[in-house]
């Protein structure tokens, strides 16, 4: 079985500052990994993916996360924010059970980007 | 571009009655997923479909039946709701090893 632990439920933040939200899972076995964000009364859209390859993934909006394997963790991070960023992050991982590739989420943070 | 359409966005049943959420998707993907989401715990898989017909449980399926009857649909059934069932519904749809898309949700209240 896996699980993933968002560290922090809230995190405030400045325009044009830069976040980092974090994400830790566990597995035993290899696992996929997804950033997933939650805007006010929509339901999740994928923000960016781990499937294989290079370790840090980029997403079209500025986004960024980097796999450590080490560490098992999958930190998302972005260098500057902007008001529109403001909406709730989940952190996911995959892994094959029973019969298909199922996602286990966090609990979710929710980022609040302030003028 | 993958479309995750679920047939209602609020609802309001009463208990002991059986409710019907139902959800469509337009890629041809052969798992789909009902997961519902409460504050400060996530999403919590309830059922899933990986074929027609077929189905497993996930990590919540008391009070809750599915039917797949075609591969485009996938219905989550509450046999006899419950107040504690109040909560944000979401579906998904996702091919073998690839992301899960999401639909907007439906959001179910109890009285």
């Known amino acids: 079985a896996q699980s993933v632990t968002q560290l922090d439920s809230q995190v405030p933040v400045f325009e044009e500052a830069p976040v980092e939200l974090r994400c830790n899972y566990s597995s035993s076995v290899s696992v996929y990994l997804f950033w997933y964000v939650q805007y006010p009364n929509q339901g999740l859209q994928l923000l960016l993916k781990?499937?294989?390859?290079?370790?840090l993934v980029e997403s079209i909006n500025g986004f960024e996360a980097e796999f450590n394997k080490s560490q098992t963790s999958f930190h998302l991070r972005k260098p500057s924010v902007h008001i529109s960023d403001t909406a709730e992050y989940f952190c996911a991982v995959s892994a094959m059970s029973g019969s298909a590739r199922q996602l286990t989420f966090g609990s979710g943070t929710q980022l609040t980007v302030l003028p | 571009d993958v479309k995750v359409t679920q047939s209602s966005r609020y609802l309001v049943k009463r208990t002991g009655e059986k409710v019907f959420l139902e959800c469509v998707q337009d890629m041809d993907h052969e798992n789909m997923f009902w997961y519902r989401q409460d504050p400060g715990l996530g999403l919590r898989l309830i059922y899933f479909s990986y074929d027609v017909k077929m189905k497993e449980k996930g990590d919540i399926p008391e009070g809750y039946s599915v039917s797949r009857e075609k591969k485009e649909r996938f219905s989550l059934i509450l046999e006899s709701a419950s107040t504690n069932q109040t909560s944000m519904y979401l579906c998904?749809?996702?091919?073998?090893?690839?992301?899960?898309?999401f639909g907007d949700g439906t959001r179910l209240s109890i009285l």
């Open positions: 781990y499937l294989s390859g290079s370790t």
């Open positions: 998904a749809s996702g091919g073998s090893n690839q992301p899960q898309h």
